[in-house]
């Protein structure tokens, strides 16, 4: 049978498609679509970005950040790069799906994606090299390096989807006003994940000074071309980089860490293993050819960013290495190739395409048992999340005691109002000491620096108090982002509108606790049960800084 | 080596140089185009089995889904990023493959409708609004470059 050689890069294509997104995202998301919660969310990051971009859906525009992620107050800039907020609203209300599914989704294949367009950045090169480069790229899916999509890194994916777009338009400077392709996709970088646009701008600007030095002529066309493009990019990411500047910049700064900061989520060489081998016996490989083509470097130049941590880049540089296989696949595509040479000196396209789908299925094969679930986020929290959302005024502040699903305070943010988020070490020692108290350590579930806002149409200020003092409207007036905490860290629960319980934990001590602080509450003639489900118990305080403890004491021993 | 200048099909000028022996040929700027010829019928079938198959690429990994959700989803993703991105590419029809066409017309598409998407709303204009408004305008300007535009 003759395989006909146009149906074989779709086939190699489509079999990676759907086999990554299968392990991605269709077994850690029960094979459906549609959710009743938040589901496969494994960290913090994850609920941020998908609140907000709940929010923005909501208002219709992507410009403010919801204002109980900002200390209550209105109008306060999203200091993050808006692109994601953009696309996952859009997918939300064309489609239907929620937007916490479309967020991820989006971003799961923003991620396969990237992997696509590395094969096209590699195919000009040579299209069987391309072929063989497609397998490796499913080890993303191995241990850390899929750590992106689980841990809530999307606005870095939608970053390194864009950035390898922007290499891609950049090698091609040949086409006539590609520097439109060039400017838009790095316009889309500037209003997706900063740093990104630092790093190929950096890339254009080593590759164009080599070029014109072994030229021994500046190339004006050239450089029109990229100067044109980085006006268009400029253009559209303006009013963005604006607001980066006045917040993240200003609290950030260079971000002169020398680690990954990544913790036990880091990746370093040993990881990649034998397949290490592979990638630097391409790279000599790559180093001896007479043509060393532009995938090529891509590839060292990403790598080399990877490890930016050396001169102080922190996450910013370590994070890529979560991309290493997709960058570093032309090495190994070029190795195969040379072997498969070595082998059969007529080598054919269909025959390399073959061993491309076989090696597929192998590498990918292993990856079906890896564990998947539901993540942090349950039916009953969400309900109980849903619930205060819907139903506790703006101003109301909710207490959260221990819950599995809430210790990651972004996830209170779906409640859509102020939440404090009891201190784990301070509850231990509560439960250590056998008693209860009515003071504890709470901590506020925010993760904005600055709060930035209109003072003028025309001029920008900040918001100082954190969070914003009940009953009173704060002026945008400071000059610069430094905060005044406008709370202490212990907090009185009889001074909280709202108390939120979960009956069971993943240990039993932390829900007796629970219940028997609920249980003391319930007691007094201050407080009632306002809602409950077979998890959580959200009790209100009707009579502020009363003594809901009874007994006029604050502290009472457990037996 | 002799140095010359020939035209490219697209009217571009090639400096190139010759060497001696006649066998090795340096393009000094501008390039050899290997025009394509486009035939629109011939990928308006391709896009439509691209679109089958993405339907039945969801299913088979969101097969506990319904066959309405996923084919939703699917028009969503084409309709929203990969389709107006892919109008645009026609504007280099003559250059570049359909394929690479198609697979650069999803980062363009996202890239369009994401970053005019978050312009207009500063404007005003809300997302609801943006989701028709932004494919249409590609699909106008990518079937002028279909119709009007010379190859490029």
Not at chain 1, 395 to 413: C, E, I, K, P, T
Request: include cysteine; glycine fraction near 6%; aromatic fraction near 18%.
């Amino acid at each position: 049978m003759k395989l006909n050689s146009k149906i074989m890069e779709p086939a190699v294509l489509f079999l990676f498609f759907t086999l990554f997104l299968y392990l991605a995202l269709g077994s850690q998301w029960d094979n459906r679509i549609k959710h009743d919660f938040p589901y496969g969310y494994g960290a913090s990051d994850a609920f941020f970005h998908q609140s907000v971009a709940e929010y923005m859906k909501a208002q219709g525009i992507v410009k403010y950040t919801p204002p109980y992620e900002v200390g209550n107050h209105d109008f306060v800039y999203d200091a993050h790069p808006p692109m994601l907020f953009v696309l996952s609203s859009q997918i939300s209300i064309f489609s239907g799906i929620e937007v916490y599914d479309s967020i991820l989704l989006l971003s799961a294949l923003l991620w396969i994606f990237s992997g696509i367009l590395v094969y096209i950045l590699i195919k000009r090169f040579n299209k069987m090299i391309a072929l063989l480069s497609v397998p490796v790229m499913i080890f993303t899916l191995t241990g850390n390096f899929k750590i992106p999509l689980y841990w809530g890194y999307w606005l870095f994916i939608a970053g390194v989807f864009f950035l390898i777009a922007a290499f891609w338009a950049f090698s091609r400077l040949d086409l006539h006003n590609s520097w439109i392709l060039l400017g838009l996709f790095m316009g889309a970088l500037g209003i997706s994940h900063i740093p990104e646009v630092f790093f190929v701008a950096l890339f254009i600007a080593i590759y164009f000074a080599i070029d014109c030095f072994s030229k021994k002529k500046f190339d004006i066309p050239v450089f029109r071309k990229i100067l044109f493009a980085a006006i268009l990019a400029l253009l559209i990411s303006a009013f963005s980089l604006n607001i980066f500047f006045a917040t993240f910049a200003e609290t950030e700064g260079f971000r002169n860490k020398f680690d990954t900061e990544l913790g036990n989520g880091s990746v370093y060489l040993k990881d990649i293993g034998l397949i290490g081998l592979a990638f630097a016996a391409g790279l000599i490989v790559f180093l001896v050819l007479k043509k060393k083509d532009f995938a090529g470097w891509f590839a060292i130049f990403m790598f080399f960013v990877s490890y930016l941590t050396l001169i102080g880049f922190g996450k910013r540089a370590a994070t890529h290495r979560w991309f290493w296989y997709f960058y570093l696949a032309f090495f190994f595509g070029l190795l195969a190739y040379q072997i498969i040479k070595l082998v059969y000196k007529n080598v054919s396209y269909e025959g390399v395409a073959i061993i491309s789908i076989v090696l597929l299925i192998i590498f990918s094969y292993p990856l079906f048992s890896q564990g998947s679930g539901s993540g942090i986020m349950n039916a009953y929290d969400w309900q109980g999340l849903s619930w205060i959302a819907d139903n506790v005024p703006k101003d109301a502040r909710v207490f959260y005691f221990y819950s599995d699903a809430l210790g990651q305070s972004a996830a209170l943010y779906n409640s859509k109002h102020l939440a404090f988020n009891l201190v784990r070490n301070d509850l231990f020692e509560a439960i250590q000491n056998k008693e209860i108290r009515r003071t504890y350590q709470f901590g506020l579930a925010d993760s904005y620096a600055a709060y930035l806002c209109d003072a003028t149409p025309f001029n920008y200020r900040y918001f100082r108090n954190n969070p914003e003092i009940k009953g009173q409207l704060e002026e945008c007036t400071a000059k610069n982002h430094t905060r005044i905490e406008t709370v202490e860290y212990s907090l009185d629960i009889c001074d909280a509108d709202y108390i939120y319980f979960d009956k069971q934990a993943s240990q039993p001590v932390l829900a007796q606790y629970n219940l028997i602080v609920r249980q003391i509450l319930l007691q007094n003639n201050y407080t009632e049960q306002v809602y409950e489900n077979e998890l959580v118990s959200i009790i209100k305080n009707n009579d502020l800084g009363e003594d809901c403890l009874g007994k006029n004491t604050s502290i009472i021993k457990l037996e | 080596m002799v140095k010359t200048q020939v035209s490219s099909s697209s009217n571009e000028e090639l400096d190139i140089e010759v060497s001696k022996d006649n066998e090795e040929i340096i393009i000094k700027s501008g390039s050899f185009v290997d025009e394509k010829k486009v035939d629109i019928n011939k990928e308006l079938v391709y896009l439509a089995l691209i679109f089958v198959a993405s339907i039945l690429v969801f299913k088979i990994v969101f097969y506990k889904e319904s066959i309405m959700v996923v084919s939703q989803l699917a028009f969503s993703f084409f309709f929203l990023y990969i389709l107006p991105g892919f109008s645009i590419m026609y504007y280099w029809k003559s250059r570049l493959e359909f394929v690479e066409r198609f697979i650069i017309g999803f980062p363009l598409g996202a890239a369009i409708t994401g970053s005019f998407g978050f312009l207009l709303g500063l404007f005003g204009i809300k997302l609801i609004f943006q989701v028709w408004l932004i494919p249409i305008v590609c699909f106008i300007l990518g079937w002028w470059f279909v119709t009007k535009t010379r190859n490029l």
